[in-house]
């Protein structure tokens, strides 16, 4: 009988309405558990959702974001997954398996919406209010399609986990649920074909696997009574699933979807951007930084729950990498126990929760909140726990003496201001003070002005200024540190003291563009120091030059290569915190000769995508042995690049990188972007050295 029922449904007569009865072969007594069990399924829901507000709202008030990022975000970010990069099959997974989930979300929702205005219109079970006609076919189309896309999805996770692939959580739990949403999807085939195959549907085809399924079903011999019995019994398995997983989601690592949603619309944390602390609010509670959970943000407790734990970050960050006790994932899941610990007062979090070691052991490259593909910052918190360490004078050593150095003389060298020209020897370079009119500011930076190899790129970038005929100038003596290092180490009491004297010397001096070699120097003016007060056009100098180069102000560069092989290593607060990655290989591009353009082999990780060197943060001022440092991979990277010369275009990156180069006795030069630039101009204006 199944195949003759079957063969009535594929070739009798199209009905006069392209519909199906909802609740099909499901008596009233059956439909009114179903709500009754979806009441209490979303009553538990809402619950555990009360629960997880009740915690986020532990946190301090977080920033206000506007209307229109918000929307920007929500389509961008949640509902086009553009967060989803770097892993195909991973990212490609949880695109099917989101995309599907949200359709079957949806189907769902207008299902119940059309049963209720049916029965409050008082309609028959084939008379629909919208469930009818074009509509319902494309519903029908759509819904079977993204079914699919769903199932492969999890069946994706699955498979990944069965291999043993990347460093996500492979908990029981975690597996349970995807193992769920899979039984879920494929129940709701079965569902479907046996209901095509009781109902008679018109055309069946628009629901292409359900019609499979019922296929299926008819040539296994399926009789109609069977049929009717084996329909109710998986409908009611499929319900009590599908039902189950949305009482439990609050409850389990699937919180991750919703707080994630939040997180991603609501992140009030750019990237290279620190959350400034009141001095006030410091008087009022005796606290810097973060001590305890309700120390942290609102947002950042979202951002706690959003984790699911996928290992992104870890395997990005280059301090575990190189082996130091830091992975950003378990500072979030530490971070997310201490949260759900139920224990009063709350324990403090540096020094206990999270070792001293592992806070100290971050670079701030920010790899970690870049590559996260629901907007969580684990170095953000990280740097708010060393606030509290440095509050607490628990830094000591030569880190400890760098930020005494600042404090004292306004650099961490410890040097005299007087001796801050010393590196402009011969360059007859001028000074703000005695030249009001100048047009563009050269921040120097400490580096250029104290350490005698960073000094040269200073010297080139003047030249390079001179020669395409900038109207510019330097503060001199009265330049002090940004205090860039300071902030991202944790002491904001120094960073804001210096801010606030290089924020009063400039506005004396009439500054408004800056041009800057040092991209740490360049992320703090452009995003620190609105902060406290000062408003500039900030431009690294390879967008200065760059734009020189197309606007032919530079010579034409002429000098030979002699079989040089160059490459060139993206510095994070330049690529990844700033995005600026054309402007220094146009520069290199630039540096050509009569057989053509210089050589450039590009390392294994560039762009946004770079490693970190192992400066940032405040590690520079470690006193690792360069075997030890953080970055070493790099540099295997760049010694087996083959290159003869590294190109870079950061002061902290060419020390770094320098001193690993050395350790490995390898022949590559390290060379700024500028000296590389200075060397091909024939004649060069001058020499490099001080």
Not at 260 to 283: A, C
Not at 603 to 622: E, I, K, Q, V
Request: proline share 6%; hydrophobic share 45%.
């Amino acid at each position: 009988m199944a195949p003759a029922l079957l063969a009535e449904i594929t070739t009798s007569a199209q009905p006069p309405l392209l519909t199906r009865e909802i609740f099909g072969n499901i008596p009233a007594w059956a439909r009114l558990l179903f709500y009754a069990a979806a009441i209490v399924a979303i009553g538990l829901w809402t619950y555990g959702l009360y629960r997880r507000v009740r915690r986020w709202r532990r946190g301090r008030p977080a920033g206000r974001i506007r209307l229109n990022v918000v929307i920007r975000r929500l389509l961008r970010d949640v509902l086009l997954q553009n967060r989803f990069r770097g892993r195909p099959f991973a990212g490609t997974a949880h695109v099917l398996l989101f995309s599907g989930f949200m359709v079957l979300l949806l189907g769902t929702i207008l299902v119940g919406v059309e049963h209720w205005l049916a029965d409050l219109l008082g309609r028959a079970p084939n008379d629909p209010v919208f469930h009818k006609g074009v509509y319902f076919g494309i519903y029908e189309l759509v819904t079977d399609t993204f079914g699919i896309a769903f199932i492969i999805g999890c069946g994706m996770f699955l498979l990944r986990r069965i291999r043993g692939q990347g460093s996500f959580d492979r908990s029981a739990g975690t597996t349970g649920i995807v193992t769920l949403l899979l039984v879920i999807g494929v129940t709701g085939y079965l569902v479907e074909g046996l209901r095509i195959l009781l109902a008679a549907t018109p055309l069946p085809g628009l629901s292409p696997i359900g019609f499979v399924c019922a296929k299926g079903f008819a040539a296994a011999g399926v009789e109609s009574d069977s049929a009717r019995t084996m329909h109710f019994t998986l409908w009611w398995l499929h319900a009590a699933l599908a039902l189950g997983f949305v009482a439990w989601m609050p409850y389990s690592r699937m919180m991750h979807a919703l707080a994630g949603t939040v997180n991603l619309v609501l992140r009030d944390h750019p990237l290279g951007e620190m959350r400034p602390v009141s001095l006030e609010e410091v008087e009022t509670t005796g606290l810097i930084g973060v001590a305890t959970i309700e120390d942290f943000t609102r947002s950042q407790l979202v951002e706690l729950d959003a984790c699911v734990s996928c290992g992104r970050c870890q395997d990005t960050c280059p301090a575990f990498e190189a082996g130091k006790p830091l992975s950003p994932r378990n500072v979030v899941q530490d971070l997310l126990a201490a949260m759900n610990a139920p224990s009063r007062p709350s324990a403090r979090l540096p020094g206990h929760v999270i070792a001293d070691e592992t806070l100290w052991s971050c670079t701030t490259c920010q790899a970690c909140a870049d590559i996260c593909p629901l907007g969580i910052s684990p170095m953000r918190m990280i740097t708010d726990l060393r606030r509290n360490l440095i509050g607490e004078g628990a830094l000591r050593g030569s880190p400890a003496t760098a930020l005494q150095k600042t404090d004292r003389a306004g650099n961490p060298w410890g040097m005299s201001g007087a001796e801050r020209m010393a590196w402009a020897a011969g360059l007859d370079v001028p000074l703000a003070r005695d030249h009001a009119d100048f047009d563009v500011l050269y921040w120097v930076g400490c580096a250029a002005a104290y350490d005698r190899r960073v000094q040269r790129i200073a010297r080139s970038v003047v030249q390079l200024l001179k020669a395409a005929n900038v109207n510019f100038a330097v503060l001199g003596p009265e330049e002090r540190c940004t205090g860039e290092s300071a902030r991202r180490m944790g002491d904001e009491l120094l960073f804001q003291q210096l801010a606030e004297q290089n924020v009063s010397t400039l506005g004396q001096r009439g500054v408004r563009k800056i041009v800057a070699h040092c991209p740490h120097c360049v992320n703090s003016l452009r995003r620190d120091y609105p902060q406290m007060g000062g408003q500039y056009e900030v431009v690294h100098h390879s967008e200065l030059l760059a734009e020189l180069i197309a606007e032919d102000r530079l010579p034409k560069a002429t000098s030979t290569t002699n079989g040089r092989v160059i490459t060139f290593h993206d510095p994070c607060y330049l690529a990844r915190a700033n995005d600026i990655t054309a402007a220094p290989r146009e520069v290199l591009a630039a540096a050509v000769n009569g057989n053509g353009a210089l050589p450039i082999v590009e390392l294994p990780r560039n762009r946004r995508d770079t490693s970190c060197c192992g400066g940032g943060g405040g590690r520079m001022w470690f006193d690792d042995p360069p075997a030890q440092r953080v970055g070493q991979s790099r540099v295997q990277e760049i010694a087996a690049s083959r290159a003869t010369t590294l190109a870079v275009a950061c002061p902290f990156c060419m020390i770094m990188l320098g001193d690993g180069l050395a350790a490995r006795a390898s022949n590559v030069e390290v060379k700024d972007i500028a000296e590389v630039l200075l060397e091909s101009l024939n004649p060069p204006s001058g020499s490099g050295e001080p």
